[in-house]
């Protein structure tokens, strides 16, 4: 308990304090450390297979762009009771369960939705985590918090669910979401540019330059700086209008930093709010950045060890030569591959970090279907299905032409009837 409860007084002689936070050892006899954990723990609803109903639209039927996926659903979600939320399986029914976690994450990662932004090591093409993402700092209405809200309420679900996401942010985030303090090593391992900029003013009378001659070379005449995003904006209030010089460029360079290391402060906490919903954020403190994007992500390589585990057989034989050669294919993929062969069997891209908690097994299903067809999947039953074919060479040409080809479900038609049958609702209520 005192590893994991350092805030405790759990000293036996504290029986007389008021206090939740040094009840201690009788606090937690006395049944005072349930309130503060809240029903985020010990309440598990039974009986329940999903939450509430979520309703999406794919396609408009007035002519109208639809609202992205990840607005029309966290502009539902966050409406709900937190406690309708905490399920064990699924927090809320939405037809494509699955698919539509990889579109919605799709639509943060390409700029739909315009909560994420490219690491500035990205854009510029050096350094570590180009492929990795910050939260906006510009984003801070109150329409931007809501949606980071629901962010929060989406890494909550995962973590109890057990249910990976999609997610590919960069360390530092990870980082302040456990709470754990940003260093100057965090920036430059998203900004590199910026940081040895900073380091050039800093030091800049290692390159002859003095206080005569600094303006001619510093492009900067006040304290302003470079936003995440590329904006130039004022490092402290009324940094504007507060000259930047020689001698005061040190006391720059340590606002710069400060400022970068806390822009997406309220964007943070946003997440944890919407993170709270669903599990006690607190606890998040005892985790390393690393073991929290676990928990929340799942790991990103595809292990075919690990598959072979939850593995199940219907109508063939694991000695069968169809499987044999379906393992030998797998195994040759790369990365890349099986994580396309995961979304085209099970319409996600990554597996949970703890084998035990796979939930549904991966089945491989022998159907009677001509030779050298394609396979197919129900990605809803993580379901394989496999025609017979003539050789290991020819299985593998078709199993990349269908993960290659068939990223989406296809249930546009069933989408545009149900928006017909309802044309009567707004496009724009979601």
Known sequence: MYSSWRLLNLSPNNQNSTSHYNAGTWGIVQGQLRPLLAPRVYTLPMGKNYGPQITVKRISTRGRKCKPIFVQIARQ???????????????????????????????????????????????????????????????????????????????????????????????????????????????EEVDLL????LNSILHIEDSGITEENFHEMIPLDSFVGQSADGKMVPIIPGGNSIPLTFSNRKEYVERAIEYRLHEMDRQVAA?????????????LSLLTAKQLEQMVCGMPEISVEVL?????????????????????TLEEFS??????????????SRLPANTAD?????????????????????????????????????????????????????????????????????????
């Open 271 to 283: 997440v944890r709010e919407g993170m709270s919903w669903i599990v006690p954020v607190p606890l």
């Open 77 to 187: 979600v966050v409406k709900l009771n937190a406690s309708d939320l905490r399920l064990p399986s699924r927090a809320w029914k939405v037809k494509l369960c699955f698919f539509f976690l990889l579109l919605i994450f799709k639509e943060l990662e390409t700029g739909v939705v315009d909560l994420l932004i490219p690491s500035p090591n990205a854009t510029a093409e050096v350094g570590y985590n180009r492929d990795r993402f910050l939260f906006n700092p510009s984003a801070c209405l109150d329409e931007h918090l809501m949606q980071f809200k629901f962010l929060g309420i989406l890494m909550g679900v995962a973590i109890r669910t057990k249910k990976p996401l999609d997610l590919h942010l960069a360390p530092m985030v990870w980082k302040q979401l456990c709470c754990i303090p940003l260093i100057l090593e965090d920036l």
């Open 358 to 430: 796979i939930s549904q097994r991966f089945q491989i299903m022998k159907v009677d279907r001509p030779y050298d067809s394609l396979p197919t999947s129900q990605t809803c039953f993580f379901q394989l299905r496999l025609p017979p074919y003539s050789s290991q060479l020819i299985m593998a040409e078709r199993l990349r032409y269908a993960i290659n080809n068939c990223r989406s479900i296809d249930m546009d038609n069933y989408m545009l009837s149900r928006n017909v049958d309802n044309a009567e609702g707004s496009d724009t209520d979601y």
């Open 194 to 197: 910026y940081v040895q900029t």
């Open 308 to 328: 072979k585990k939850v593995v199940r057989y219907r109508e063939v034989d694991e000695q069968h030569q169809l499987v044999q050669w379906f393992w030998h």
């Open 335 to 348: 990365n890349e591959e099986r994580v396309l062969f995961m979304r085209f069997v099970s319409g996600r």
